[in-house]
Antibody, heavy 124, light 107 residues
Framework: EVQLVESGGGLVQPGRSLRLSCEAS????????MHWVRQVPGKGLEWVSG????????GYADSVKDRFTISRDNAKNSLYLQMNSLRIEDMAFYYC?????????????????WGRGTLVTVSS | SYELTQPPSVSVSPGQTARITCSGD??????AYWYQQKPGQAPVVLIY???ERPSGIPERFSGSSSGTTVTLTISGVQAEDEADYYC??????????FGPGTKVTVL
């Protein structure tokens, strides 16, 4: 089955860290760029970060730059998001999303496969 | 930071036409995409490369472009089209960006 399954969300205090994971199945994971997109319940979509097929190129939204790190392990068909110095405004559902292009930083692609999301709650 | 602009809401009667605009200075450079999101569900792409429709998407959904504005048109709106709609593109650095979303209400 073609799917993305996120994990690692939960309750964390402001200033602490959390690592999200996304396991892919049913498609050639190492052929595509991958992304993290977040959504505060009841609010809009916010692109967070993207990574090329071979990890050679990455990008971040200004709101998370220097705090979050995206990575992938193609041997494990997995995508990760290391989130440090978490803030209350980082609280959201985090979705893993598959791009239709393999690179990052050139042609803008779109997301044709999404996970169900994992909820990150930041609270003291 | 780069932003895309969408109207917050559009209301339309069944059978009528809804038009949702998305504006951004970089839109002529990068392709634009449209997603539909219903409550509790992940977004689904409706339009890619401004005007193209993936297989399985009804013909009543169409896209167009003029200058720095792209438009999603829903012709013959149905009750099931009530949802949030987002445009997506990229900034000059190649980072991805979503519009703020438009809530379509079918009267």
């Amino acid at each position: 089955e073609v799917q993305l399954v996120e994990s690692g969300g939960g309750l964390v205090q402001p200033g602490r860290s959390l690592r999200l994971s996304c396991e892919a199945s049913g498609f050639t994971f190492d052929a595509y760029a991958m992304h993290w997109v977040r959504q505060v319940p009841g609010k809009g979509l916010e692109w967070v970060s993207g990574i090329s097929w071979n990890s050679g190129s990455v990008g971040y939204a200004d709101s998370v730059k220097d705090r979050f790190t995206i990575s992938r392990d193609n041997a494990k068909n997995s995508l990760y998001l290391q989130m440090n110095s978490l803030r209350i405004e980082d609280m959201a559902f985090y979705y893993c999303a598959k791009d239709i292009v393999h690179g990052y930083g050139g042609r803008i692609g779109y997301f044709d496969l999404w996970g169900r999301g994992t909820l990150v709650t930041v609270s003291s | 930071s780069y932003e895309l602009t969408q109207p917050p809401s559009v209301s339309v009667s069944p059978g009528q036409t809804a038009r949702i605009t998305c504006s951004g200075d970089a839109l002529p450079k990068h392709s634009a995409y449209w997603y539909q999101q219903k409550p509790g569900q992940a977004p689904v792409v409706l339009i890619y490369k401004v005007t193209e429709r993936p297989s399985g998407i009804p013909e009543r959904f169409s896209g167009s472009s003029s200058g720095t504005t792209v438009t999603l048109t829903i012709s013959g709106v149905q009750a099931e089209d009530e949802a949030d709609y987002y445009c997506q593109s990229g900034d000059i650095n190649g980072n991805y960006v979503f519009g703020p979303g438009t809530k379509v209400t079918v009267l």
